[in-house]
């Protein structure tokens, strides 16, 4: 494994020819988290890292308290344009300038304002509703996965189509545009697709989302786009196009992949530990609970959860200076043994609601509802339908998605 043991530990910034950490680690067994955390949660939880793709330096943090405390801070900075931000790709600091960042990537009050203007969408209540549209569109899925006669790609047929369909009728989309959202699906989770392939996909989303805007201003419906529209104006937000169309985007880069990978993830999971589906099938109670334990076991967004310090802060033993960037990696945090006993052990019946899969604080993921909600529904329904499901290739043949934000598959043959 990397020598954690050379990374620099101290108060300073890691300058020319320093030994920080290449980040980020590649996750060694498909179902764990990346085996360098636990020992740098005991001998050096907070580690310099350079980001392979940027060649920015930052902080890694993996214990959870201390992951916990700079999510919470208001001293972390979100601020994706601040120097010192951890940007994952590289960007040239003139672009940088003319980017629309969404408002994951925003402070308060810009993040505030906007963030605000969605919460009504992803409450409780309002994703209560949802279940039975959800319902309907897993057992159609399921369906046209039981017409043939197997094997299938559980991720090109199930995974990837729930979210897709779903936000496709959330946002107020034609169903003839579903063509846009699963293009954003074929081109994120396609192992071959480059940044070039990225950047021309968010283009070719924006115009999309930003006709739909226009025409939801003009034509409004019962859908999350026209009231977004409706509220900008009723509020007086002050929000322009490119603020609605860069909010639409974050929702759907944030919903599509990590639900999808999740869905795929977890089933193999599920696949991997027949007695806990076994308990589930028995006990669909369970899945709520087992849901929570997918998502701290897989911890698939592990890294996103990065933050640029605006003040100095002490955590984890050392000084964060004003302007060094931090990953706080819940990745880490969730296999973190002081929290989590056994961390490495899939337990369905333990609690797990302390897991830091969706953030913490300001940031909190806001799909966290409607997440845990497609992911109840999902896995409920395979394990009562197709009860034989089994892998149809061997583990080590499958192909993860290693070095992004987002962990995943890029497919899952099954059959039954
Ligand atoms: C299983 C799935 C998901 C996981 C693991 C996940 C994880 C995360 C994480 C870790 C963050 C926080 C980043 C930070 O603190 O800087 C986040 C933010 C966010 N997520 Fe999720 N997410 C999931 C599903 C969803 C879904 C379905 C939506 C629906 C639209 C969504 C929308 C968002 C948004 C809008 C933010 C930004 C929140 C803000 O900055 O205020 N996520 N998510």
Redesign the pocket.
Known sequence: MTDVAQAETGPTSAGEGSSALPFPFTRKCPLSTPHEYAELRTHSPATKVRLQLSGKEAWLLTRHEDVKKV?GDPAMS?DAKRPGYPLQFPVPEEVLQFIKF?????DAPE?TV??RL?IPE?TARRIQDLRPRIQEIVDERIDALLAGEGPADLVKELAAPV?SLL?CEMLGADPADIDYFRRYSEVTMNRESTQEDVIALYAEMDGFLGRLITEKEKNPGDDLLSRLAAKNREEDAGLELADLVS?AR???V???D??A??IGLGTLVLLQNPEAADELRADPSLTRKAVDEL?RF?????S????VATDDVEVGGITIRAGEGVI?S?GAANWDGAVFENPHVFDIHRDAKNH?????????????N???V??EIVFDALLARIPTLRLAAPLEELSFMHGGH?YGLHQLPVTW
Request: charged letters at 5%; aromatic letters at 10%.
């Open positions: 999510l979100s969404p408002f994951s990537a925003l993040h906007q963030r969605v992803f979210p936000f909010i974050l929702l759907v944030a919903g599509f990590t639900t990978n999740m998502l897989l911890s698939i967004a592990d996103a959860t990065v933050r706080a819940n830091l899969a969706f953030s913490y604080g300001a940031h909190q993921c806001l799909g966290a409607l997440a845990r497609q992911l987002i």
